[in-house]
């Protein structure tokens, strides 16, 4: 039985488009910065692997890059609607890659009132895909992996880490570079959607 459901953030709950678009484009006007699609290949190989792949795109050319604009993130608008129906059923948590203050901006969006638990990398000093994070989350809902639910837009850090430790996991197709997740072909999900509002049909909703 399913007890609590896990959320990322990250162009799964909050769309970073224009955010990581920002950066990039400010990484360019460097002087020091390699022609548009040298970088971009770049920032594409770094989205494999880590979670701050613009910053270590510019950081492998020694480019300057600015710090992340948070004021440019937006809430997915289905989001709202999926976490109301889910919140009256079951438990939700935060499971997160994030920057400090990740969870007062939630709080300022709307978001907040839908979680009884964030576990942010910030905050604890570890970020997925460590497996830690997630023990952690399962460990202040107090239930068992079988009985928890990961959902998340990345194979690598949301859906493989939470599935080797015993968790369901939902993958949703989005994000800034959907194309180049389908490398992790090794990785599947239980349940996959094309968008949010697909969630709640999982669970019988």
Known sequence: MIKYIF???GSTLIDETE????RIEAALRDPGAPPRE???KKVR????????YVKDAADSFKIAVPKWDSS????YPE???VLEKLSGKYSLG??????????????ERGLGKYFGILVLSAEEGVAKPDPEI???ALARAGCKPEEAVMIGDRLDNDILPASQIGMKTVWVKQGSFISEKKGFTRIIPDFTVDNLSEIPEIFGM
């Open 94 to 107: 935060v499971i997160a890659n994030q920057s400090l203050g990740a969870g007062k901006r939630m709080e």
């Open 72 to 75: 440019l993130e937006r809430v």
């Open 7 to 9: 959320f990322d953030l």
């Open 38 to 40: 040298e970088f971009m």
């Open 45 to 52: 190989e770094c989205a494999k692997t880590s979670w701050q």
């Open 19 to 22: 955010c990581v678009r920002a």
């Open 134 to 136: 997630f023990y952690r």
């Open 79 to 81: 989001a709202f609607g």
